[in-house]
């Protein structure tokens, strides 16, 4: 199966259960493994055969500049539907980190996959 990688996506949003959370965006990075078939764009080699990273990203950070979620887990959801729905992706893996969540650690994170392995 290919796949679309990005990592390191750093999107804006309010997260978090905390009083303080509610009133401050905070930054979250986002990494992505995403089943596409390479095959077309790499023989064509054209943009409109591929996979639009650049447009995913896009989307991925207007969605959560608007969403006010408390739990990670809730917005890794709901940007792997997005994915999902509006972009035709059938398997993804997406890892959300929140860097300093818990003083003593770097992030806390979850990762979650969607879809079947054979998309």
């Not at 709901?78 to 969540?101: I, M, N, S, Y």
Request: glycine share 6%.
């Amino acid at each position: 199966m290919d796949r679309v990688l990005i990592q390191g996506l750093t999107l804006e949003t309010v997260i978090g259960v905390y009083g303080w959370e509610r009133e401050v965006r905070q930054t979250l990075l986002v990494d992505l493994e995403l089943a596409w078939d390479l095959a077309p764009a790499g023989q064509s080699d054209n943009v409109r055969d591929a996979l639009d990273y650049a447009a995913v990203s896009a989307r991925l950070r207007a969605f959560a500049v608007e969403a006010k979620f408390q739990l990670i887990e809730a917005l890794a959801t709901a940007l792997a539907d997005l994915l999902q729905r509006e972009f035709a992706v059938g398997w993804l893996r997406l890892t959300l980190r929140k860097p300093g969540a818990v003083p003593e650690a770097e992030y806390v994170a979850v990762r979650i996959e969607r879809g079947t392995a054979s998309a």
